[in-house]
């Protein structure tokens, strides 16, 4: 798929390396240490521009289509609904009603794998190889804690921005977003 759809691998990487990152801090307070859910998350990380290929307007959407329906050798039907609904929900307004699609057990674990695609993405949203800063997360059921250096935050006000528009977005679904800063690069 990355080929055939020309997706750009050192983005992909990027968002991918993220994900893992954030995922890896949050996954015992989360109980998220089924590899399942490293795994698809992962490969939609991978995928996640790969609406890219069909327009660059609600490319997401477009994306979530083609995981959902193509023919994926490997993947069962319900392992490609859930990186359909990471793909579709990893930027602008959280679309809610796709979380209800899913099977029960799986809408916990979509709704958080889906905060730390958003993220993911959002700190790699200049396409750039800049270098992030030390991201602490603080999990305790529904509220995220995030604490970044207040000096990169300043030196990148548009991540900044949408961090702040993030709040808004993850509030749809129940999660609750802080930020704290600190003096560290």
């Known amino acids: 798929l990355i080929k055939r759809y020309q997706i750009e691998v050192e983005q992909a990487e990027r968002v991918?390396?993220?994900?893992?990152?954030?995922?890896?801090?949050?996954?015992?307070?989360?109980?998220?240490?089924?590899?399942?859910?490293?795994?698809?998350?992962?490969?939609?990380?991978?995928?996640?521009?790969?609406?890219?290929?069909?327009?660059?307007?609600?490319?997401?959407?477009?994306?979530?289509?083609?995981?959902?329906?193509?023919?994926?050798?490997?993947?069962?039907?319900?392992?490609?609904?859930?990186?359909?609904?990471?793909?579709?929900?990893?930027?602008?307004?959280?679309?809610?009603?796709?979380?209800?699609?899913?099977?029960?057990?799986?809408?916990?674990?979509?709704?958080?794998?889906?905060?730390?695609m958003r993220l993911a993405a959002l700190f790699h949203h200049a396409r750039s190889a800049i270098a992030l800063p030390a991201l602490e997360f603080k999990v305790s059921g529904r509220d995220i804690g995030l604490k970044i250096s207040r000096t990169w935050l300043a030196n990148n006000p548009l991540t900044a921005a949408d961090l702040e528009q993030e709040k808004n977005y993850l509030a749809m679904v129940g999660l609750n977003l802080s930020l704290t800063t600190q003096r560290l690069q």
């Open 16 to 116: 991918s390396q993220t994900a893992l990152s954030i995922f890896d801090s949050v996954k015992q307070a989360w109980r998220l240490q089924a590899s399942t859910f490293r795994d698809l998350l992962v490969r939609a990380a991978y995928l996640h521009e790969i609406g890219l290929a069909v327009s660059h307007t609600a490319f997401h959407k477009h994306g979530a289509y083609l995981i959902r329906y193509a023919d994926l050798p490997g993947f069962s039907r319900q392992e490609q609904q859930i990186m359909a609904v990471l793909v579709r929900c990893h930027r602008r307004k959280v679309d809610v009603q796709v979380f209800n699609e899913l099977p029960a057990a799986w809408y916990r674990p979509a709704i958080l794998l889906t905060l730390i």
